[in-house]
């Protein structure tokens, strides 16, 4: 049977508490890490986010058909110009001049139309650029809270991460003082069940929170002082103390 210091057995409850608090930490900085508000600032970031592209491709569709408007006036008054510059030198004969000027009327009909055309094209795109603006402001606003969030929980995991390093550093220190021996046998078992020592207090396993069964504790109170008994339910070594009635 493997055997330990009965002072050494005890040191590796120090031991146990340090890696309890090293499970304990890593799984505060898992659960601090899934912070419930971040996701829900990010929700609403990428909402205002789709609500912004999505005016802006309107806002963008829009100035293109009022630029589309500008063109076709401009196309339109040049060919009236140019008629009227025709009219005006009596450029043609008198059936042409007539033509001319019934072209001119309709001409200048159709860039009325296209004025007032583009006349609402402008009102709505105003009311759309107000819309952008909006939908833009809004957006910075949520980025601004996303980000806030991020810092937040990012300082929370680094202070945990910070503790649990020095934790770990304890560990390790501590670690290192143990025989080989006995520190083999100490990880085997914790990295098995979790728990690689625990007391035996008052006949029951605070490895397992079970009373052990009337024959594992007279074995167990048999054996010598020295010998490195198990729990048997979880495999964790007892550490025995007369002053815990093991």
Not at 193 to 212: D, K, N, P
Request: proline share 2%; hydrophobic share 45%.
């Amino acid at each position: 049977m493997a055997k330990a210091a009965p002072a050494e057995q005890l040191r590796l409850l120090d031991l146990a508490r340090l890696d309890s608090e090293i499970t304990k930490l890593k799984r505060t900085v898992t659960e601090a890490s899934r912070d419930a508000e971040v996701d829900a600032a990010q929700a609403r970031f990428t909402e205002s986010g789709t609500s912004l592209a999505e005016v802006l491709a309107r806002l963008t569709t829009q100035q293109a058909a009022l630029k589309d408007s500008e063109v076709a006036v401009e196309k339109v008054t040049a060919h009236i110009n140019k008629d009227q510059k025709r009219i005006d030198t009596n450029a043609g004969s008198a059936s042409d001049m007539m033509a001319l000027s019934h072209e001119v009327e309709s001409l200048t009909k159709r860039r009325g139309d296209l004025e007032d055309a583009e006349l609402e094209i402008m009102g709505d795109l105003e009311d759309l650029q107000a819309e952008h603006d909006a939908a833009a402001a809004l957006n910075t606003q949520r980025s601004a809270e996303l980000d806030a969030h991020t810092a937040r929980r990012d300082a929370a995991v680094a202070a945990l991460k910070e503790e649990l390093a020095a934790v770990e550093v304890r560990r390790r220190e501590a670690a290192a003082t143990f025989d080989e021996g006995l520190f083999t046998i100490y990880e085997r078992i914790r990295t098995r069940s979790g728990i690689g020592a625990a007391r035996l207090f008052h006949g029951t396993s605070e490895a397992s929170g079970i009373a052990l069964a009337p024959g594992d504790l007279a074995e167990i109170k048999a054996a010598p002082a020295d010998e490195i008994v198990f729990c048997p339910d979880t495999g964790a070594i007892l550490v025995r103390s007369s002053e815990w009635g093991a």
